[in-house]
């Protein structure tokens, strides 16, 4: 699957919110390209997308953030977050920044790595199991987008998705 989203911001004042979650199992590949062009000042952007990798998947992500010369107070925030539920699940992600100009506030970052050891053993010396432990790790992990999404039931189609 490759999925491509280009937005231009092309009048002042202009806010744009872009969330999104890449669901990746079996010996799938999936490709995340996205491009936001500030070509007018004062307008903010907002990039959070988040990957889940399993099995033998392969997902890649590759964002950029444009900032025209004449782009001038612009604000513009790309994350990109990947959880691999597999050792042998791939994540790839490459934020990008292009500014051209000097009055901007402009972040960009990605992690990627596996549910975190740690948090799994305190769950664990609470009590929790761990397969319960791990599926609330997933489930807080991908709620951060999820809850931004307007499609009604959208948890209950990601839960059948990644069996949770």
């Keep these: 699957i490759r999925s491509e989203i280009d937005v231009e911001i092309k009048g002042e004042n202009v806010n744009s919110q872009i969330n999104g979650l890449t669901l990746n199992k079996g010996n799938y590949f999936s490709e ?30 590759r964002g950029k953030i444009y900032i025209a010369p004449n782009a001038q107070k612009s604000d513009s925030i790309q994350q990109f977050k990947g959880l691999s539920l597999s050792d042998q699940a791939i994540m790839d992600a490459k934020p990008q920044l292009e500014i051209y100009a000097d009055d901007v506030r402009c972040t960009h970052g990605a992690t990627v790595g596996p549910p975190p050891p740690d948090l799994i053993y305190y769950f664990q010396t609470r009590g929790i199991q761990p397969n319960k432990a791990k599926s609330l790790l997933i489930r807080g992990f991908i709620n951060q987008v999820l809850k931004e999404f307007p499609v009604k039931r959208i948890e209950e189609f990601v839960d059948e998705c990644i069996k949770l």
Excluded: D, M
């Excluded at 500030?38 to 099995?55: C, D, M, P």
């Design 32 to 61: 995340t390209q996205q491009l936001i062009q500030h070509l007018k000042g004062y307008g903010t952007s907002r990039i959070h997308w988040r990957g889940l990798g399993q099995e033998q998947s392969k997902t890649v992500y």
